[in-house]
């Protein structure tokens, strides 16, 4: 958890840039928020699988849904009871839907007068909707709806932040939050999805695997997008090359980093403090992804490409911290 905390550095000066407290605040609860809308299609993705599999082949893909959510194993029998407890209700787990929109909310509430009353509204309105639900012996049955309801709501609340949020040093934050944490994630769940599937990179994958590469396109939201670049017939190398590299795909790792890159150098315009480190960080990993070619990904290990971005994306936001979050007052009364 990342809570709301006492802030060391005051803004002296118009061009110094917002409190240190406000910025992190609004970073978290992006990244809360994005976290939430992410493990939401997850979890509804693999439930839906879960109808069509083996109750062998189900309990491998709980256990491959843990992973990419780098969560660990609940206590006693890995099945959806126990996984939807886990990823959806549990306080004790930070990353729980629950914990996650709580926690978001928590944020943006002590910076309220950075935000409009419209983006308030929608996100109080989306935390008293997830915490109304409980689990019982029928929730899996009708969850659904429940799922659908969290990620339109995150969709909602970056369209209303869009539309009623002045597009200034706030909203950049915003934005960093929500890329570095969707880069994260989306290179998360498809590093592990690449190392657990054997398959031949140029040819279409057979009907028993067919299910595990929709799931994996579906839990990025590019099911519908892959097919209407390519076709229905799934060719890891083309869905690999989609979700790494594909510059104009809202959820590909490229694309989250090109705009991390972008923000972060809007922040620094907007800012007096020395933003070198996370723009040399970023700027290398969107090069990297740039440049690279797919062939090139696959020969190498996907799985190991994927991990150094994900390694990547910590140190971007390491450097965030120390930079924007985490910075002494005598460095500001200095500068």
Same mark, same amino acid.
């Given at each position: 958890? +990342? @809570?709301?905390?006492?802030?060391?550095?005051?803004?002296?000066?118009?061009?110094?840039?917002?409190?240190?407290?406000?910025?992190?605040?609004?970073?978290?609860?992006?990244?809360?928020?994005?976290?939430?809308?992410?493990?939401?299609?997850?979890?509804?993705?693999?439930?839906?699988?879960?109808?069509?599999?083996? @109750?062998?082949?189900?309990?491998?893909?709980?256990?491959?849904?843990?992973?990419?959510?780098?969560?660990?194993?609940?206590?006693?029998?890995?099945?959806?009871?126990?996984?939807?407890?886990?990823?959806?209700?549990?306080?004790?787990?930070? !990353?729980?839907?629950?914990?996650?929109?709580?926690?978001?909310?928590?944020?943006?509430?002590?910076?309220?007068?950075?935000?409009? !009353?419209?983006?308030?509204?929608?996100?109080? +309105?989306?935390?008293?909707?997830?915490?109304?639900?409980? @689990?019982?012996?029928?929730?899996?049955?009708?969850?659904? !709806?429940?799922?659908? *309801?969290?990620?339109?709501?995150?969709?909602?609340?970056?369209?209303?932040?869009? !539309?009623?949020?002045?597009?200034?040093?706030?909203?950049?934050?915003?934005?960093?939050?929500?890329?570095?944490? =969707?880069? #994260?994630?989306?290179?998360?769940?498809?590093? &592990?999805?690449?190392? =657990?599937?054997?398959?031949?990179?140029?040819?279409?994958?057979?009907?028993?695997?067919?299910? #595990?590469?929709?799931?994996?396109?579906?839990?990025?939201?590019?099911?519908?997008?892959?097919?209407?670049?390519?076709?229905?017939?799934?060719?890891?190398?083309?869905?690999?090359?989609?979700?790494?590299?594909?510059?104009?795909?809202?959820?590909?790792?490229?694309?989250?980093?090109? +705009?991390?890159?972008?923000?972060?150098?809007?922040?620094?315009?907007? &800012?007096?403090?020395?933003?070198?480190?996370?723009? =040399?960080?970023?700027?290398?990993?969107?090069?990297?992804?740039?440049?690279?070619?797919?062939?090139?990904?696959?020969?190498?290990?996907?799985?190991?490409?994927?991990?150094?971005?994900?390694?990547?994306?910590? *140190?971007?936001?390491?450097?965030?911290?120390?930079?924007?979050?985490?910075? @002494?007052?005598? &460095?500001?009364?200095?500068?």
């Amino acid at each position: 958890m +990342r @809570p709301p905390r006492n802030f060391y550095v005051r803004s002296f000066q118009r061009g110094a840039g917002m409190l240190s407290r406000v910025a992190d605040n609004l970073y978290w609860m992006s990244r809360y928020l994005e976290r939430a809308e992410h493990t939401a299609r997850l979890v509804d993705v693999e439930l839906q699988l879960w109808l069509d599999q083996s @109750p062998e082949a189900g309990a491998g893909r709980w256990r491959f849904l843990l992973e990419a959510l780098r969560t660990p194993a609940p206590a006693g029998e890995v099945n959806p009871d126990n996984l939807v407890n886990t990823l959806v209700f549990s306080r004790a787990n930070h !990353s729980s839907i629950v914990s996650c929109i709580s926690i978001a909310r928590e944020n943006l509430r002590h910076v309220r007068e950075q935000c409009s !009353s419209e983006m308030w509204e929608q996100l109080n +309105r989306l935390y008293l909707e997830v915490i109304d639900n409980q @689990p019982a012996d029928s929730w899996i049955l009708k969850s659904h !709806s429940f799922f659908r *309801a969290v990620q339109e709501g995150a969709h909602l609340f970056q369209g209303i932040t869009d !539309s009623t949020m002045s597009h200034g040093e706030g909203w950049q934050y915003i934005q960093l939050g929500r890329f570095v944490e =969707r880069a #994260e994630t989306i290179s998360c769940l498809t590093g &592990t999805h690449f190392k =657990r599937m054997a398959f031949t990179p140029e040819q279409a994958v057979e009907s028993a695997e067919y299910l #595990e590469w929709v799931g994996l396109l579906r839990g990025c939201g590019a099911f519908e997008a892959y097919c209407k670049a390519y076709t229905a017939e799934i060719v890891p190398i083309r869905a690999a090359e989609f979700l790494l590299l594909n510059p104009d795909f809202p959820h590909s790792v490229r694309f989250s980093v090109d +705009r991390v890159n972008a923000a972060l150098h809007v922040i620094g315009d907007l &800012t007096e403090r020395k933003a070198k480190l996370p723009v =040399r960080i970023a700027g290398r990993l969107r090069a990297q992804l740039s440049f690279s070619q797919i062939e090139e990904i696959l020969a190498g290990g996907a799985y190991s490409y994927l991990e150094n971005v994900r390694a990547e994306c910590g *140190a971007i936001h390491s450097a965030i911290h120390q930079i924007y979050f985490d910075y @002494p007052v005598e &460095t500001e009364m200095a500068s």
